[in-house]
């Protein structure tokens, strides 16, 4: 790993509680694409779009669903019904990957749009086996970065644990121009075929997170709340403030104590940490 005096370290950190965004899916809890990593486990946590009202009091809400086999979700036939319910709400859209017709009628509603970006064919492969290519993440990327905000998110660890395509998906997003950056952390989830995989190692995860704060020294990098529990996120979340990551979403007490330790300058937020 670099050297941590070599860091561009800000001297301040956000604390992200996202208690005021509701997670609401467009599909409930179905899922065609099922892939590896989750299998559709994470949807049950969702609010189904159907028993929602515009009426809740939250502040904001993420929206996503489950995909088509192609890997997108089928947003646009909910449209009408989201801008019906938006009611003031910033809305953070989680949607795959989309065509143009798509991404103009997203861009009608959506204050950003959270895209899972993917720097390696074989992972695309094992994980979600639709055919896509890495090719589609960078097409795609670039045709909604002209129509709405973006903010990508790479998942560390996505081919079952392993680092492959991470360092690529930066490089390209580099290439590509990016205004903030978010990672997660692979999660052995349990009903997936991923259940006996381990989370990725840590000194190869905190080593990426140095590697893109040196890569990307002036925009904001987020630790988003995707990532493994126990004594595997206590200590990501301490080399993150200690990496100088700008964002933590739901951080343990040991990385709040040692921001505080470090008179790092301290803020707070109750929405997700893209809004």
Same mark, same amino acid.
């Given at each position: 790993?670099?050297?941590?005096?070599?860091?561009?370290?800000?001297?301040?950190?956000?604390?992200?509680?996202?208690?005021?965004?509701?997670?609401?899916?467009?599909? @409930? /809890?179905?899922?065609?694409?099922? =892939?590896? %990593?989750? @299998?559709? %486990?994470?949807?049950?946590?969702?609010?189904?779009?159907?028993?929602?009202? &515009? /009426?809740?009091?939250?502040?904001?809400?993420?929206?996503?669903? !489950?995909?088509?086999?192609? &890997?997108?979700?089928?947003?646009?036939?909910?449209?009408?019904?989201?801008?019906?319910?938006?009611?003031?709400?910033?809305? $953070?859209? %989680?949607?795959?990957?989309?065509?143009?017709?798509?991404? $103009?009628?997203?861009?009608? #509603?959506?204050?950003?749009?959270?895209?899972?970006?993917?720097?390696? *064919?074989? /992972?695309?492969?094992?994980?979600?086996? *639709?055919?896509?290519?890495?090719?589609?993440?960078?097409?795609?990327?670039?045709?909604?970065?002209?129509?709405?905000?973006?903010?990508?998110?790479?998942?560390?660890?996505? +081919?079952? !644990?392993?680092?492959?395509?991470?360092?690529?998906?930066?490089?390209?997003? &580099?290439?590509? &121009?990016?205004?903030?950056? /978010?990672? #997660?952390?692979?999660?052995?989830?349990?009903?997936?075929?991923?259940?006996?995989?381990?989370?990725?190692?840590?000194?190869?995860? +905190?080593?990426?997170?140095?590697?893109?704060?040196?890569?990307?020294?002036?925009?904001?990098? %987020?630790?988003? =709340?995707?990532?493994?529990?126990?004594?595997?996120?206590?200590?990501?979340? *301490?080399?993150?403030?200690?990496?100088?990551? *700008?964002?933590?979403? $739901?951080?343990?007490?040991?990385?709040?104590?040692?921001?505080?330790?470090?008179?790092? +300058?301290?803020?707070?937020?109750?929405?997700?940490?893209?809004?």
């Amino acid at each position: 790993m670099e050297s941590l005096s070599r860091l561009p370290i800000p001297d301040a950190i956000h604390f992200a509680y996202p208690l005021k965004t509701k997670p609401v899916s467009v599909t @409930g /809890t179905k899922c065609e694409l099922n =892939c590896a %990593h989750c @299998g559709g %486990h994470y949807l049950k946590h969702m609010k189904p779009l159907a028993e929602v009202s &515009g /009426t809740d009091g939250s502040a904001s809400w993420l929206v996503s669903g !489950g995909c088509r086999p192609d &890997g997108g979700v089928p947003l646009t036939e909910s449209i009408d019904r989201l801008a019906e319910l938006k009611q003031g709400r910033r809305f $953070n859209m %989680h949607v795959g990957l989309v065509d143009e017709k798509e991404i $103009n009628s997203l861009a009608t #509603i959506a204050d950003c749009v959270s895209f899972d970006f993917v720097g390696d *064919n074989q /992972t695309i492969k094992e994980v979600f086996g *639709n055919g896509r290519t890495v090719q589609d993440y960078v097409d795609c990327y670039a045709a909604l970065s002209r129509k709405v905000r973006v903010m990508p998110h790479i998942c560390i660890g996505l +081919a079952g !644990g392993e680092l492959r395509g991470e360092y690529k998906a930066m490089e390209l997003l &580099g290439e590509l &121009g990016v205004e903030a950056l /978010t990672f #997660i952390i692979f999660i052995p989830t349990r009903g997936t075929r991923f259940a006996d995989r381990k989370p990725p190692c840590l000194a190869e995860v +905190a080593k990426l997170l140095s590697d893109a704060r040196l890569k990307f020294p002036s925009i904001p990098l %987020h630790l988003g =709340c995707m990532r493994p529990g126990g004594r595997y996120r206590e200590e990501i979340d *301490n080399w993150a403030v200690r990496i100088g990551i *700008n964002t933590i979403v $739901n951080p343990t007490p040991s990385a709040v104590r040692l921001a505080e330790k470090l008179g790092l +300058a301290i803020t707070r937020g109750e929405e997700c940490c893209v809004l």
